[in-house]
């Protein structure tokens, strides 16, 4: 199952920059950098950094997780 939840994300955020939760709250996966423009390093890294067990715990601290700083991404409103 632990794959199959990492490629899930992998290919909705790649294909479409969308999961269906982000669907549903409107929101869509950008660069921060190039805004029109994700790559598919940026969410490969996106990805894999939701390994990190504490990456819940940096919204304590930022509005960005840790998976958003380390792939250079962001939420934005569509």
């Not at 999961?19 to 921060?32: A, D, E, P």
């Not at 969410?43 to 998976?67: A, E, K, M, Q, V």
Request: hydrophobic content about 40%; cysteine-free; charged content about 20%.
């Amino acid at each position: 199952m632990i794959p199959l939840y990492y490629a899930y994300y992998f290919v909705f955020e790649y294909t479409s920059g969308q999961t269906i939760g982000k669907m549903i709250t409107k929101t869509k996966v950008v660069n921060v950098n190039e805004p029109n423009r994700v790559g598919v390093l940026n969410i490969f890294w996106r990805t894999i950094s939701r390994l990190i067990p504490i990456d819940i715990l940096s919204y304590l601290f930022s509005n960005r997780g840790i998976h958003d700083i380390l792939s250079q991404t962001e939420l934005k409103k569509i």
